[in-house]
């Protein structure tokens, strides 16, 4: 049947939520409407009629079932899993039936805002004004249009890029979940659907490195805390990796850390108490864990204080890390372990993670793990100068009751987004450092509509969808909306550093997808 594009039209009808048991199936009979089907937060496999496994989907990602066709989904994860299933129909200008692509089912694409619109869908009300319905029709329009580009997009003799960028995602999670084991990298690019040199190549492009390099940087990063238990042997930390030659590991380990194994062990095996949030995710990169670690402020309240030395008296460090702490108070720590004191405002976490490592004895650590970062960085700075050249973004914190601009004045999450990632800052925030904001107005207000919005707390999808809808409402259409879910506040300090850019290159790729 020849059908006018021009007089196509679509209508919202329905959204299903379906939620499954770990290993439980489910099929997707039939129907006389379209769907387009999401799972939020588990990964899922695709099988068509003839039990073959066509797509694996990640979580986020967007799979499309035409009217009158059925799939059977599976769950790719050890947890319950809950499917947004979206039905509607597709018209033509005299009413009838049409298709809106030339597939019947798409492996997967990706809309960046899709995790935030999952809620419009599948709210307990349904859209009672105009203004909601349309909405909610606008994002089924959006959700499609992304839909016709990824079909029409051209095929080079393999997966769309979209689903290649789905694999090695998927690749990476797979890697850091079964470091253990052991890993087949021709296996892994067979999988791809790729040529293997395209593979390689690929995966080096969205993660810095090589599969294999990227394989050993996983273990021997996990090895780390297990050597620096005095309870794990060499060879069990070998084996526990996905090692089953301590000799060789040995070698790889000294290669890598610039020390063996055995040195490292008797270097990181000491007793820290840790007086400083901050410095936890700096210890946390280099393997170590604090015998002992104090609340925030904890010098401030005279009950807390006391009961906080006796906890540190009663651990007995071999050292005490702290910030800037009273002259009294220094004096009566350095009675119970040497102390010693990082004024951490005044420098980067970068010196500072280098210092830890030389008083500890394991710099070669430290320099290792910067030497992985800085390719990381390098890594990212490639996506965002080709995605986004030139275009300029806010930086905004977000917590339960609080909004604030991050400024180019201020080392704090801007050291990493604008100068060593490359986003482009508007010239409004050049003078400012850490400036609090009462609503998204003021925000608005400095002429930019473009925002990375960073959640430091356990934000939900519709604390997210809400504050999406609000900027959208406040800005150009085509402005751009980024949200970074961290689980708590952001603190200066190596791991949050590496979690941020790892989230940072998961929004580019998924901005890439959705292209």
């Not at 909004?403 to 400012?432: C, N």
Request: with cysteine; net charge neutral; aromatic share 10%.
């Amino acid at each position: 049947m020849n059908v006018n594009e021009d007089d196509l039209s679509l209508q919202y009808m329905n959204t299903n939520m379906i939620k499954l048991d770990i290993g439980e199936s489910c099929l997707l009979a039939a129907i006389d409407c379209h769907r387009f089907g999401v799972s939020p937060d588990c990964d899922l496999l695709l099988k068509e009629d003839d039990g073959r496994v066509t797509s694996h989907i990640l979580a986020g990602d967007i799979f499309y079932l035409a009217a009158g066709c059925s799939v059977s989904l599976r769950s790719n994860t050890s947890s319950r899993t809950r499917i947004v299933v979206i039905e509607f129909q597709c018209k033509d200008g005299q009413g009838n039936f049409a298709p809106i692509g030339s597939r019947q089912a798409a492996a997967s694409f990706r809309i960046p805002q899709m995790k935030n619109w999952v809620h419009a869908f599948t709210s307990d009300q349904q859209p009672g004004s105009l203004a909601e319905r349309w909405q909610l029709q606008a994002r089924l329009y959006a959700i499609a249009a992304e839909f016709v580009k990824s079909s029409s997009a051209p095929d080079h003799a393999g997966p769309y890029e979209a689903e290649l960028n789905t694999y090695i995602e998927k690749t990476k999670r797979m890697i850091h979940g079964s470091y253990d084991s052991a890993l087949d990298m021709e296996s892994l690019a067979r999988g791809s659907g790729v040529g293997a040199s395209q593979f390689y190549r690929a995966f080096r492009e969205r993660s810095g490195l090589s599969p294999l390099k990227y394989v050993i940087s996983t273990r021997l990063n996990a090895s780390l805390r297990l050597l620096a238990d005095p309870a794990v042997s060499v060879s069990e930390a070998a084996h526990s990796v996905g090692y089953s030659d301590e000799y060789y590991f040995s070698r790889l380990f000294k290669k890598q850390m610039g020390l063996a194994p055995i040195e490292y062990a008797s270097k990181a095996q000491v007793a820290i108490a840790n007086l400083s949030a901050i410095f936890t995710g700096d210890l946390q990169v280099l393997g170590i864990t604090p015998r002992v670690n104090v609340p925030r402020d904890w010098h401030l309240d005279p009950s807390l204080r006391k009961s906080c030395i006796e906890a540190i008296r009663e651990a007995k460090p071999d050292r005490i890390l702290s910030g800037p702490i009273p002259e009294e108070l220094l004096t009566e720590l350095s009675r119970i372990a040497p102390v010693s004191v990082y004024h951490w405002r005044t420098y980067s976490w970068k010196k500072r993670l280098l210092e830890f490592g030389r008083l500890l004895g394991i710099a070669s650590v430290a320099e290792r793990w910067l030497t992985e970062f800085a390719r990381k960085t390098d890594n990212a700075r490639k996506h965002v100068i080709a995605k986004y050249p030139n275009t300029p973004f806010l930086l905004i914190g977000v917590r339960k009751d609080e909004m604030w601009i991050y400024g180019s004045q201020r080392r704090k999450f801007t050291d990493l987004m604008y100068d060593e990632l490359r986003f482009a800052s508007p010239p409004a925030v050049d003078t400012i450092g850490f400036h609090g904001i009462a609503s998204l107005s003021e925000a608005v207000d400095l002429g930019c509509g473009n925002a990375i919005f960073l959640f430091e707390y356990p934000a939900t999808e519709a604390d997210v969808a809400a504050l999406e809808g609000e900027w959208r409402q406040l800005t150009d259409p085509s402005s751009h909306f980024f949200s970074i879910r961290m689980q708590g506040q952001f603190l200066y300090n190596a791991a949050m550093h590496e979690q941020l850019v790892d989230q940072t290159v998961a929004l580019l790729q998924a901005s890439a997808n959705g292209k």
